[in-house]
């Protein structure tokens, strides 16, 4: 199976943020947010694997400043590492107010997407080349996010997580 650049995976969305979209306060509900996500991050991982895809976990959402009614939202997603069947793709949220000219960071996550077969069973992915050095950073730590989501969801016992004990016990 070839090996695909991270750059290939590139998913830009851009949404409106109407009044059905928004709380009391008129800010974007984070649920509505998190939706478009999914969007973008699943459009990202199908690139990358040509084939249908799930979401299988989603972690470390993390709100810095609301999108208020009217403004535009952008989301960029890009798969970080692919593993065996699955792959993370890493989110990035900027509100614009087209108003005032000026964009400003809402928000950033991770996604994690499993690669489906004709069966609706999991198949392998191709392996991911980081090209920047932004890349190979998100490269280089996505091993020790997926074992720490493997170990809050139970699937793995922290004695196996390799990669996360080795950054506390030296040897």
Not at 43 to 59: E, G, I, M, R, W
Not at 96 to 104: A, C, L
């Amino acid at each position: 199976m070839e090996t695909k650049k991270a750059s290939e995976s590139i998913t830009i969305m851009t949404e409106l943020v109407l009044p059905n979209d928004t709380n009391l306060y008129e800010n974007l509900m984070g649920g509505r947010l998190m939706y478009w996500m999914d969007i973008a991050a699943a459009l990202s991982a199908q690139k990358h694997c040509n084939a249908p895809v799930v979401t299988a976990s989603v972690d470390n959402i993390s709100f810095e400043n609301p999108v208020k009614l009217g403004n535009v939202v952008h989301i960029e997603a890009k798969v970080t590492r692919a593993f065996t069947t699955s792959m993370e793709i890493h989110l990035k949220v900027w509100g614009e107010d087209v108003i005032q000219q000026y964009k400003y960071k809402s928000n950033e996550a991770y996604y994690t997407f499993v690669a489906l077969d004709p069966n609706r069973n999991p198949r392998p992915v191709p392996q991911l080349m980081p090209e920047t050095e932004e890349e190979t950073r998100l490269y280089e730590g996505a091993l020790r996010r997926r074992q720490l989501r493997l170990i809050l969801g139970g699937k793995l016992k922290p004695d196996d997580a390799t990669e996360l004990k080795a950054l506390f016990i030296k040897d």
